[in-house]
C-alpha cells in the first residue's frame, strides 16, 4: 500500500499557484518524498523529490515539514498544459535491492485541474 | 523526452496467449523497472532489473517475467494471458549504484488489450 495520503483531487486558476499537498506521517528516516505526475495517457514525469530540506527546480518546489510527516509541492504559475494526476511517493528503499534503488509505490495521486 | 523507449505502443492480444514488451532505456542507466497501470489507478510495480539481475519484484504471478540485456534494454514477457492483463504497461529507468536515491524515468507506454 502506499504510505501517503493526498486529495482526490483539486482546481487551480491558470496563472495562479498550486499547492499540492501530501501525508505521510509513518515516512521513516532515510526515506526520500518524491514528486512525480501523468499526463492523461502519458508515463509519469518526475518533478521534484527531497528529504528534509526545501527544495526548487524548474518545475516546482518542494516544501517539507520538519517533522518531516507532510509536505506541499507549489507549482508557482499554473498553466493549463499542468493539468494532470500528481503522486507523492515516500521511496522505498529495500535493503535487498544492493545498488539499486526500491521501486515506487503509487497511490491514486492527486488530480489538478487547471481552469483559464 | 524522457529518453527512455517502449515498443510497440499499442498492442492487441486474445486470451491465452503470449506477448512481449520491449523497453529501451536512458543512456547511462543500469537500472530498469516494469509498471502496470489499469485504468483509473497509480502504476503497480511489477518487478526491477538491475545489471541483468532482477532486483525486486512486486506482487505479480510468475507468468510475468523479465529480461534485461547486456546493453541494459528490457522485456517483460506476460504468459497465458487474462482479461486482467489489460492495462498501460510502463517502464522506468535510472541509474543503480553508490547514488541511491535518484529520480527515474519513465518511457510513454504500451496499451495492451486483452480480448
Known amino acids: 500500500d502506499a504510505k501517503t495520503t493526498q486529495p482526490p483531487s483539486m482546481d487551480c486558476a491558470e496563472g495562479r499557484a498550486a499547492n499540492l499537498p501530501c501525508n505521510h506521517s509513518t515516512i521513516s528516516g532515510n526515506e526520500y518524498v518524491y514528486w512525480y505526475r501523468q499526463i492523461h495517457s502519458q508515463g509519469p514525469q518526475y518533478i521534484i523529490h527531497g528529504l528534509k530540506n526545501n527544495e526548487t527546480n524548474e518545475m516546482a518546489s518542494l516544501i517539507i515539514t520538519e517533522d518531516r510527516k507532510s509536505s506541499t509541492l507549489i507549482l508557482p504559475h499554473a498553466t493549463l498544459r499542468d493539468t494532470a494526476v500528481y503522486y507523492c511517493?515516500?521511496?522505498?528503499?529495500?535493503?535487498?535491492?544492493?545498488?539499486?534503488?526500491?521501486?515506487?509505490?503509487f497511490g491514486k495521486g492527486t488530480k489538478l485541474s487547471v481552469k483559464p | 523526452e524522457t529518453g527512455v523507449t517502449q515498443s510497440p505502443t499499442h498492442l492487441i492480444k486474445t486470451r491465452g496467449q503470449q506477448v512481449t514488451l520491449r523497453c529501451s532505456s536512458q543512456?547511462?542507466?543500469?537500472?530498469v523497472s516494469w509498471y502496470q497501470q489499469a485504468l483509473g489507478q497509480g502504476p503497480q510495480f511489477i518487478f526491477q532489473?538491475?545489471?541483468?539481475?532482477?532486483?525486486g519484484r512486486g506482487n505479480f504471478p510468475p507468468r510475468f517475467s523479465g529480461l534485461q540485456f547486456p546493453n541494459y534494454s528490457s522485456e517483460l514477457n506476460v504468459n497465458a494471458l487474462e482479461l486482467d492483463d489489460s492495462a498501460l504497461y510502463l517502464c522506468a529507468s535510472s541509474l543503480g549504484g553508490s547514488r541511491v536515491n535518484t529520480e527515474a524515468f519513465f518511457g510513454q507506454g504500451t496499451r495492451l488489450t486483452v480480448v
Open positions: 543512456s547511462g542507466h543500469n537500472t
Open positions: 532489473y538491475y545489471r541483468e539481475e532482477e532486483n
Open positions: 511517493i515516500v521511496r522505498n528503499t529495500h535493503p535487498n535491492y544492493g545498488g539499486s534503488q526500491g521501486n515506487l509505490i
